[in-house]
């Protein structure tokens, strides 16, 4: 199994990261068969006038699949966060969370935790674990019991207080058990702030890495930074790495350069894989 590529597109509300905006998700998902990748990864903030199984065939009629549910518009749109203090607003997350898993289970993806752990309540770490893992405890078994994978993103410190490295991420897992459908994602941006290694990371986390995101040290396409993409790809392969890189940047310097430049990438990265195999 090979790694696979997918971008964010949005379909409901329009998102930073997303090339195009939510009136233009046709064009988009035309611009990711185009572009020669295997999938979306879906921005939905809520599931008002969202028709999962009408984008569950308009993704099947442009031969895509879906990667993850980015879940984190809901955080800024409605406060949702799983540390809330207020049980009614832990609820309302919980219920939010459980709908992506049924909307995740239709797509064929995994659901994304990244800004819905967010609180603005100062918290130490071992709080912090215990908080979230209390919230996320039902969403989890929601989730074994819809076939659906949960992965928790890494974000740096400048974002939210706790859990920012992949040494965080593995320890958090290992506290609440290593459940088989939670793994990590990590994206590389943030791991830029945080980890002293991307080797030293990936490795780290070995299986427990099921999703990667990709944009460069400025948060700008690949190529607009300083980061070194083809090394950190070949460090996926080496680590057996077989789940997806996700395009996921700012629309820097433009989105006309997200566009046209996506499919040269990911060509790029395609033949070191080539290489890769041709070599063994």
């Not at 797509?107 to 100062?122: M, N, Q």
């Not at 674990?129 to 074994?144: N, T, V």
């Not at 460069?216 to 789940?243: C, K, M, T, V, W």
Request: aromatic fraction near 10%.
């Amino acid at each position: 199994m090979m790694i696979t590529f997918s971008a964010t597109l949005t379909c409901q509300y329009d998102a930073i990261f997303s090339p195009f905006s939510a009136k233009q998700f046709y064009q988009g998902l035309a611009w990711l068969k185009n572009s020669t990748f295997d999938a979306a990864e879906l921005c939905i903030a809520d599931y008002n006038n969202v028709d999962v199984i009408a984008i569950a065939h308009a993704l099947a009629e442009h031969g895509l699949g879906c990667t993850t549910i980015a879940s984190g518009q809901a955080r800024k749109r409605e406060g949702l966060s799983l540390l809330a203090a207020d049980d009614a607003l832990l609820q309302r997350t919980r219920q939010r969370i459980y709908q992506h898993i049924d909307a995740a289970a239709i797509l064929g993806s995994y659901v994304t935790i990244g800004s819905l752990r967010a609180t603005e309540t100062a918290l130490s770490i071992e709080q912090y674990k215990h908080s979230l893992a209390q919230g996320l405890a039902p969403c989890i078994d929601y989730a074994q019991k819809c076939g659906v994978t949960l992965i928790i993103e890494a974000l740096n410190r400048y974002e939210i207080s706790h859990l920012n490295s992949a040494e965080d991420m593995m320890l958090f897992l290992e506290f609440i058990g290593m459940p088989p459908n939670v793994g990590i994602l990590w994206d590389v941006f943030h791991a830029n702030i945080e980890d002293q290694s991307f080797a030293a990371a990936i490795q780290r986390m070995g299986p427990s890495l099921h999703h990667v995101h990709f944009a460069d040290s400025n948060r700008a396409f690949p190529g607009y930074g300083h980061l070194a993409f083809e090394d950190i790809y070949r460090h996926l392969q080496q680590s057996g790495y077989q789940g997806a890189i996700s395009l996921e940047c700012l629309c820097r310097p433009s989105a006309q350069t997200v566009i046209k430049q996506a499919k040269p990438f990911i060509e790029r990265l395609r033949q070191l894989a080539c290489a890769s195999a041709s070599r063994q």
